[in-house]
């Protein structure tokens, strides 16, 4: 993870969602950076890509998804 050419984190882990049909990942990243709606960048090893700090959508705690 980068911010402003600082390396200020790491992802864990990627994969495409296709519920979400879009790419998720989890990271470990600084907490001065770690705000919802924070834009950050990516290094994939080829090339940088932009990312940004959501809630985690594939979360459901109170199982409402299964519900509807």
């Known amino acids: 993870m980068i911010k402003?050419?600082?390396v200020?984190?790491?992802v864990t882990s990627a994969v495409f969602s296709p519920?979400?049909?879009q790419n998720?990942?989890?990271a470990l990243v600084d907490i001065k950076y770690s705000n919802i709606g924070e834009e950050l960048q990516i290094?994939?090893?080829t090339k940088i890509l932009d990312c940004k700090?959501?809630?985690k959508p594939?979360?459901?705690p109170n199982k409402s998804l299964t519900k509807s």
Do not use: C, Q
Request: no cysteine.
């Open 4 to 6: 402003n050419s600082a």
């Open 8 to 10: 200020i984190g790491k």
């Open 19 to 21: 519920r979400l049909k």
């Open 24 to 26: 998720i990942g989890l």
């Open 43 to 45: 290094n994939n090893g």
């Open 53 to 55: 700090i959501v809630k």
């Open 58 to 60: 594939f979360y459901d």
